[in-house]
């Protein structure tokens, strides 16, 4: 398919010459420097005659009014890309102008460079470099806009915004200035129903602990979109609470974390899991029983029946003593599910809010976070911190080893 092409345009190339206006200056396309393309030179010098045809604007030599030259000298049929030596090769080729073209691939673009010596007057004409998207298949088109930008003539603005390499922010996994896995210490304070099941006594089915503990994890990270300025994370922790106080409270966090500017502010929100002991109870809140606002479960209240009421005959069933309901002294008093340390465990589900900012000091970063964790009637509010090493700086691209 390549080499019909080029048939073609050689064919074109020698009809089209004839046709040349005898007044237009003449010009020669010596071959092309060509760096981490496929293309070879001699296509590439095709490609630039043909265009140069096309724009009517000179007498353009092919590779066959330049052969008798090009077998002199080694240099002009391979090396000749400096002014002084196209100079030479455009005095013993006799023409006005001689283009020679750079085509370089790197990386994710293609760079084109052409440029026109004034033969006579041993200086260069006219000159210029446009940077393209790396689509080497449309090579021909790139140097079509490159020749009539620099010969004043109009280019077709669609297929030049198609063509043009986009110098975009940088979007790639390993971009992040900042990577926040490590230790976190914290602490947290109680709210609602886990205050209250932290306080209430340990015979009551509570924790009798203060309603503040400690908190201790690990903060894994790992960024899926990130740029100079801006990093979005998913964030796992690990974090154990109450150990101060002899409890221990295990959870883990999955988060959505958004990392904006180089001062290292952050915001993140997620999911947490953990387990809880549950069991069907109610309080006494009229204190109709003792001890005021007391926690029963279903086996508490039993065994207070039994103490309070058990020889009483109105309780008594076939000669079984038969429990009272305790909405029989209170109307209100229906069992409901709450927090008991004696209960059922369950998986325990929460959603998590964090704000925070990374210091640096050198090398090392210092995260700092407050959060609230909430689940239904309560939640934990708290602050944490962690620190990490930055070892080594991560390149951009792994690709090609740019930072």
Known sequence: MKTNFLFISTLLLGFTLGAQSTDAPSIAVASPYVNNLTIKPESAAKMMRLELIKMAKYKVYDEFDMADVL???DEFRTGCFGQRCLGKMGQELKVDFVACGSFDGLGNKIVVSV?????????????????FDNQEFELQRMIEIVLKEMNGISVDKVLSDKLSFKNEVITSNNVGKINNSGPRVGVAMLTGS?????????????????????????????????TENFSALIEGIFNVSGLEQGQFIPSITIMNGFRFGKGGWEFAFGPGFSVKSVAKGFFDKDNNFGTPNRYFSESDWNNYALETYGNDPAYQVNGFFQAPSATAFNSSYNYNTYLDKRGTKKINTSFVFAFGRTF????????????????????????????????????????????
């Open 71 to 73: 077998k002199v000298s």
């Open 115 to 131: 440029k026109i010596v004034d033969v006579k007057n041993q200086s260069i004409f006219k000159s210029s470099v446009k940077e």
């Open 194 to 226: 886990l205050n209250e099941f932290a306080t209430r006594s340990e015979d009551q089915g509570g924790l009798g602990i203060a309603p503040a503990v400690s908190m201790i994890g690990y903060q894994l990270e790992g960024q899926y979109v990130g």
């Open 360 to 403: 640096r000091a050198g090398a090392l970063n210092i995260p700092v976070n407050l959060f609230y964790s909430s689940q239904k009637g309560g939640g934990y509010a708290g602050v944490n911190v962690g620190f990490n090493v930055q070892k080594s700086k991560q390149p951009i691209n792994k690709s090609t080893g740019h930072y």
